[in-house]
């Protein structure tokens, strides 16, 4: 099946090592996107790509950075971890940039700083 | 700033009834909305979209869109313990901005 899949699903990292996430997607998507999410709060948009096109939320910290090598894979870097950081990590696609046929999200990424 | 509200409830009701969530946006040219469902420590899967003034039905689901009053809601029909869970709401705004999400709205069926 055409899936988002991220790994891994729980990621235990220490305070100021850096982690990478990774997210994989079989839908053929233009459009990749990293959102933050901490408890009981809304998903929080870090940043997207449109193809190779990298946008940056305005009010994403330096210390998060992502690549796309290609079409099916894209990462998130966070080069120094700290502990208000630990947050689950949701990677989701869509076709075209306003979310065109709906967004889908991967399993998730739920991040750990100690 | 292009926002959406959503009362974060818990909104409780028993189960066979229906659940009404409600939603409303701040961008008054938005053209796509859409519920989600996340259940506790998972990811949020998409279950309706609706484009066009009017109501939407998908099984027991049912998304109603006003643009003019900028509201968007989603009825479940006959509601079961199994649809507990916190539903988001995202709108998709004008030109090239990607969705945005409201807090979403607990919802508790209960048996």
């Known amino acids: 099946d055409a899936m988002v899949i991220q790994n891994p699903r729980y990621q235990v990292t220490q305070f100021g090592k850096p982690v990478t996430l990774s997210c994989s997607q079989t839908l053929n998507h233009n459009v990749m996107y990293w959102y933050q999410q901490k408890s009981s709060q809304a998903p929080k948009l870090l940043f997207h790509y449109y193809d190779k096109d990298f946008n940056n939320e305005a009010d994403t910290p330096d210390n998060f950075q992502s690549r796309r090598p290609n079409t099916s894979f894209c990462f998130l870097d966070i080069r120094s971890p700290g502990l208000g950081d630990a947050a689950m990590y949701l990677c989701?696609?869509?076709?075209?940039?306003?979310?065109?046929?709906?967004?889908?999200f991967g399993q998730g990424t739920r991040l750990t700083v100690v | 700033q292009k926002e959406v509200e959503q009362n974060s409830g818990p909104l409780s009701v028993p189960e066979g009834a229906i659940a009404s969530l409600n939603c409303t946006y701040s961008?008054?040219?938005?053209?796509?909305f859409f519920w989600y469902r996340q259940y506790s420590g998972k990811s949020p899967e998409l279950i309706m979209s609706?484009?066009?003034?009017g109501d939407k039905e998908d099984g027991r689901f049912t998304a109603q869109l006003n643009k003019a009053s900028q509201y968007v809601s989603l009825l479940i029909r006959d509601s079961q313990p199994s649809d507990s869970a916190t539903y988001l709401c995202a709108v998709s705004s004008s030109g090239n901005t990607p969705l945005v999400f409201g807090k979403g709205t607990r919802l508790s069926v209960i048996a």
């Open positions: 961008d008054r040219v938005s053209q796509s």
């Open positions: 609706i484009y066009s003034n």
């Open positions: 989701a696609t869509s076709r075209g940039i306003q979310g065109q046929g709906g967004a889908f």
